[in-house]
């Protein structure tokens, strides 16, 4: 027996697997046009690279690093691209920055000037892109590295050292660094160098300092101590909370300890901003660690300070709250 089924829906199943058909085979199609277009392109040497990443063409600081290695401390700048082609490293007697002229303060007894020319510290978006512009370090000779200077392909920074001693400079690759050996062969003893504990303060429990080991270079360890105090806490230490109240002062041009007294000179502006803990609070028990010591006298940079003579210590008018 014969079945009619009737023409309608035949032809509409019939078109169904057609256009089923042409939707299936559509992608293919555009596939092999693809294909096709993309080998063209590659013959004609047009072609887009699978990864759209390439090496920047002017090298970018990504990091900077500093470690202790025997007989020496070892400054790290990595690259990403090429090492700078430029790059100059030399003792200053002072920092300036590049772009404003402004003087640039440092902690160090001595000063390396670190500048790559064809060089930047910052992405496209003016994003800082190597980390904080000044840290501090913990180690024998690398007291404090802050940035001079990232302006018109110019990369420049300052390194304060406790000692001027002899450096070598050199590259390594993969990744791109930039390194700075600096010799360091001298004796070091440990002192303590007292931060404001924003912990400690915030929860008003006194003391509000918390002291931390800094290596220093005898006989000057109280110079030392004061130095290492204002170059402020490392990097792992302000994660801790730890910080220095500078209170406006730059830094101090003179120490002198005679019988029991110790007076030391601010520089910079001096002010409280009405706050009752100053950067006298961190200088004082830094100095008195010392036997030699019982009495601090701070004088602002107009070599002032409220009792100057007699036993006791004394601060500036403009540190009081």
Known sequence: ?????????????????????????APAQATGQA???????ARAGTATPASSWRAPA?????????????????????????VPAERDVRYVSSLV??????????AGSAVLQVRFQRADGHDRTGRVTYGPARRTYALPGVVQVVNTGDFEATLSFGVGLARRAAYRVYTLASPSRVVVDVATPY????????????????AGRAP???PVSRPVVPPDTAYGALQRLFAGPTQAERARGLRFAASGATGFGKLTVRDGVARVHLTGRCSSGGSTFTVADQIMPTLKQFPSIRW??????????????????????????
Do not use: N, W
């Open 1 to 25: 027996m014969i079945i009619m089924l009737p023409i309608r829906p035949l032809l509409a199943a019939a078109l169904a697997t057609t256009a089923a058909t042409a939707l299936i085979a």
């Open 35 to 41: 294909t096709g277009q993309a080998a063209a392109q």
């Open 58 to 82: 002017t090298p970018v600081l990504v990091d900077v690093r500093a470690s202790h290695h025997p007989g020496l401390d070892r400054l790290v700048f990595e690259f990403r691209g090429r």
């Open 97 to 106: 920055a590049d772009a404003s002229g402004r003087p640039v303060s440092v």
């Open 187 to 202: 004796r070091t003893v440990p002192v303590r160098a007292y931060f404001l504990d924003t912990g400690r303060y915030a």
């Open 208 to 210: 509000y300092t918390t």
């Open 296 to 321: 601090v006298k701070i004088y602002d940079a107009a070599g002032r300070t409220e009792r100057p003579t007699g036993p006791g210590d004394s601060v500036p008018q403009c540190l009081e709250p």
